[in-house]
C-alpha cells in the first residue's frame, strides 16, 4: 500500500544518515508506522518496551558508528519496499540487513 508518511520518514533518514546524524526519533516512528494496520497492542507496546531498552543501550556500546547509520537507513528503505511489494523474503533479508550492525556492536 502507498504511505506518504512512511516515505517522508525514511528520506529523513536517508538525509540524516548521510550527513552523520543521528535518526533515533524516525528510526522509531517508521517501525511504529509499519506495526499500526496490524491493530495488535500487546505487539506494540513490546516494540515500545524495545525502544526503550534500545536506545538506553546502544550508545553504551559505541554505537552507531557512520557507516551502520548509512547502512541502516539503506535497509529501513529495503524494508519498506519489500513490505510495500508484499516480497516477503526480501523483508526477511532487509531485516537481517537492519540488525548486522547492533549484532556486531554486541559481540
Do not use: C, S
Not at 10 to 26: H, N, P, S, Y
Not at 45 to 53: I, K, M, P, S
Not at 57 to 78: K, Q
Amino acid at each position: 500500500r502507498q504511505d506518504p508518511e512512511l516515505d517522508q520518514i525514511v528520506e529523513q533518514m536517508d538525509l540524516r544518515a548521510q550527513k552523520g546524524e543521528l535518526f533515533t526519533d524516525q528510526d522509531r516512528r517508521f517501525h511504529m508506522r509499519l506495526l499500526e494496520p496490524l491493530d495488535n497492542h500487546l505487539f506494540l507496546h513490546l516494540t515500545e518496551a524495545f525502544w526503550a531498552v534500545h536506545t538506553l543501550t546502544v550508545p553504551l556500546l559505541g554505537a552507531p558508528r557512520p557507516e551502520d547509520m548509512v547502512a541502516t537507513a539503506r535497509a529501513h528503505r529495503d524494508m519498506f519496499r519489500a513490505a510495500r511489494a508484499g516480497d516477503a523474503q526480501a523483508y526477511r533479508q532487509a531485516v537481517t540487513q537492519h540488525y548486522a550492525p547492533l549484532l556486531t556492536a554486541l559481540t
